[in-house]
T-cell receptor, first 115, second 114 residues
Framework: DTAVSQTPKYLVTQMGNDKSIKCEQN?????MYWYKQDSKKFLKIMFS???????INETVPNRFSPKSPDKAHLNLHINSLELGDSAVYFC??????????????FGPGTRLLVL | AQTVTQSQPEMSVQEAETVTLSCTYD???????LFWYKQPPSRQMILVIR??????QNATENRFSVNFQKAAKSFSLKISDSQLGDAAMYFC???????????FGTGTRLKVLA
């Protein structure tokens, strides 16, 4: 019973390509997140959706576009991939009560390598 | 802007011993939450413990406990009776009440020596 799942787990691609990472949660949570973890393990929030609405959009290049078809899914599409996009991308979810100190449940991460 | 600082990039502890990981944060808010997350080599981030800023009592979860010093803006994690399975990256995180933006520290890599 995977709570938060991501596909694919590994992604190796060439510069300039477009790729997507999918995330699904079966916890019934209302809020989902995308984080980027760089090579130094620094974890930074990119986006957050609550009930399919964008609520956090950090300073992220326009090449990154999140899409939430329903509240159980939050996908991340990346256009024109660059070397600096290489990182581990984590999806997470939480119940959705704004800032009530909820636990975030993380997916296993997607390691993206851009060559 | 809120910041979270973990000044120890790496720590080592002997199995069965106790280790403390430090975390300091900077905020002008009075209502917030603090967390410690563990990231083992498998990469899966798991919540270890959480603390509500308005509670003076330090949170505990089995072998894990925190020393929360609100005035000093310090939130350290104590791991007692360390086990090999505790080896991981540990991240301190901060959340202002009423927001969704969790802010993570840079992490501390904990090694447990047999």
């Amino acid at each position: 019973d995977t709570a938060v799942s991501q596909t694919p787990k590994y992604l190796v691609t060439q510069m300039g390509n477009d790729k997507s990472i999918k995330c699904e949660q079966n916890l019934g949570h209302d809020t989902m997140y995308w984080y980027k973890q760089d090579s130094k393990k620094f974890l930074k929030i990119m986006f957050s959706y609550n009930n399919k609405e964008l609520i956090i959009n950090e300073t992220v290049p326009n090449r990154f576009s999140p899409k939430s078809p329903d509240k159980a899914h939050l996908n991340l599409h990346i256009n024109s991939l660059e070397l600096g996009d290489s990182a581990v991308y984590f999806c997470a979810s939480s119940l959705g009560l704004a800032g009530r100190g909820e636990t975030q449940y993380f997916g296993p991460g997607t390691r993206l390598l851009v060559l | 802007a809120q910041t979270v600082t973990q000044s120890q990039p790496e720590m080592s502890v002997q199995e069965a011993e106790t280790v403390t990981l430090s975390c300091t944060y900077d905020t002008s808010e009075s209502d917030y939450y603090l967390f410690w997350y563990k990231q083992p080599p498998s990469r899966q981030m798991i919540l270890v413990i959480r603390q509500e800023a308005y509670k003076q009592q330090n949170a505990t979860e089995n072998r894990f406990s925190v020393n929360f010093q609100k005035a000093a803006k310090s939130f350290s994690l104590k791991i007692s009776d360390s086990q090999l399975g505790d080896a991981a990256m540990y991240f301190c995180a901060f959340l202002t009440s009423g927001t969704y933006k969790y802010i993570f520290g840079t992490g501390t890599r904990l090694k447990v020596l047999a």
